[in-house]
């Protein structure tokens, strides 16, 4: 099963890979995530590792996964290693006027679950579509406050080299 | 489900059954003019023993419960909206008693929803072992528990479970509690049963409570039935202190529950406690009872605080 949300954030794209590629950030934007500890040497880049739950009803589902595609600041793919079989990307586009394009996307289900599989995937749907949007729309809060800020500092430091 | 109990004798399929002795016991010292019920009831407590399942802990496939997940995810969502909080209490790793107050007779969706919380949450890599009681896995088309972990209340197989790494489940209140009458719904009584305690000591692992709610509404029940299981010699016979009555779909009036029944789809909450480090808090040589009262009060208080959110019987 896919699920996917895009929204367009006003900022430039390396402000949203800046958030999206820090795992210290994810609890704080990503809608129904329980954990995401990294359990990798290194915290970002290609073949970091991430232990990831995310909360669908009755149950935190999720596991080990791995960043298997590292392409600033454009994509960014993960995969899962252990638990719920999962593929999730990070789908950044540039846009005129210093604004970005954002996608989420993220795919997932039980090998060999069969028909109950089959349900529970379209079941689950709506709530994980849910966390997706709910996600979307707190990055672009965050990102652009952050943009904000950053500008009004350097608004401050103008004023006060002036 | 039911706590480990101690027994002197080794039955044939390696577990110390208090019941094979009895039966063996009995058989021995019967007179031979003994009447035609008690022998029928004999046989028929020699061939539900001799279906209990070799004790073995291999036989739970972590990939059968990945692939039955999605099912149990989706009994435990939609059927009984189930909710589990504090899982990040259990420790990440090594061995670990769980130790739960028991609820809904002979089905327990409590246990469905709990397995499927800790195999999602820890991955199904992560061997956990339920304790179960003896009928329960003897009864034809209830072998596939087995792979979920599911293996015969024994000390052996408690003590196998924790000795490989394993978070263990079990249910020290057994058959008692599981039956008790609907108005004691929200009472923890493990009817002074502390076999787990010393589990816990001899194995230097932690336990953890795991407190449950709503189990006891997916039917009316109205008595455990003691006085009936003790006339029927079935304390005996099947290590069964109750012969339980209640009222469930699809029978009506259900006696006994050996044939199971429909719960009816009332809200399951689970609450995972902190972890008791039973040394650590009570000292190098402590004390049984104090122990268990320490564990009675906490699972208690908890139950009574989920009690409390539970604005209507069934719905939650």
Redesign the interface.
Known sequence: MRVQAQIEVSAPPELVWEMVTDPSRYLHFMAGLTRWEVVSKSPRGLGARYRM?MQ?????????IEVVEWDPPCDLAWTSV???DQRGRWRLRERPFGRTHVEFRLSYG?V???I??L???R??APTVQGHLRRSLHQLKRQVEHEQLRALAAERRGKSRVA | MEETTRAAAVSPNGHREEALTDVSAAADAAPPDRGLIERLVRGVARQVQSRIPVADLDERDP?YI??????L??L???Y?????RG?GNIPDSGPVLLVGNHSGGNLTPDTG?FT??FS??F?V?RAFYQLAHNLVLSMPGLSFLRKFGTVAASPENAEKALEDGAALLVYPGGDWEVHRPIWERHRVDFNRRKGFIRLALEQKVPIVPVVSIGGQETAIFLSRGETLARVLMLDRLFRLKVLPISIAPPWGLNIGDMLGHIPLPAKITIEVLPPIELREEFGEDPDVDEIYEHVIRLMQETLDALAAERQLPFVG
């Not at chain 1, 669908?56 to 080990?64: P, W, Y």
């Not at chain 2, 990945?66 to 099912?71: F, I, Y």
């Open positions: 739950l669908v009803r009755s149950a935190e589902v999720g596991g080990l252990t638990g719920l039980v060999g679950a069969g109950l599989g349900v529970a995937e079941v689950a | 990939d990945r692939e039955n997940l999605p099912g995810w989706l435990a969502s939609i009984f909206r189930g909710e589990v899982l929803v499927l919380a999602a949450y991955g890599e």
